[in-house]
């Protein structure tokens, strides 16, 4: 009898210690898991920002209205023609000037030319030509 409950007690540790090893192992594999997948989810946030960073913008419509509308006062070069056409090279482009126009000068207004996104397009290819390195606008900047 003392065999038997002894093989008894044997068989009931090496139970209770397995049982415990695995459920060890259970918890180990999900921290792992949830490890890894925060990892995962770093590198692709990481990811993400570095290629919006170097995502090119495309100014190519503003730089057809402006090769159309704007070129021939203020050059190619966005350098202007003395204080009657201001250079663009270098300054801010303000899309209130652009639609409305400045009363007293060569400047017209443009609103009746140009569709509002269309006035977000010029001014946002003038404040990234030439070097320039500006704030994009948007027709919620443009003011009546």
């Known amino acids: ?37 925060e990892e995962v989810k770093e590198e692709v946030k990481v990811e993400t920002e570095a290629k919006e960073e170097t995502a090119v913008a495309d100014y190519s419509k503003g730089k057809e209205i402006y090769a159309s509308k704007c070129q021939a006062c203020h050059q190619e070069n966005g350098e202007g023609v003395g204080e009657t056409f201001p250079g663009l090279k270098g300054k801010a482009c303000d899309i209130n000037i652009v639609a409305n126009g400045v009363e007293g000068t060569a400047m017209v207004a443009f609103k009746g030319q140009l569709s509002n996104e269309e006035l977000v397009d010029v001014v946002n290819y003038v404040n990234h030509a030439w070097d320039n390195n500006f704030d994009d606008v948007t027709t919620a900047d443009i003011k009546e």
């Open 1 to 37: 009898m003392k065999k038997l409950t002894f093989s008894a007690l044997a068989v009931l540790f090496v139970f209770s210690l397995s049982t415990l090893f695995v459920s060890c192992g259970e918890e180990t594999a999900k921290e792992d898991a949830k490890d890894t997948k």
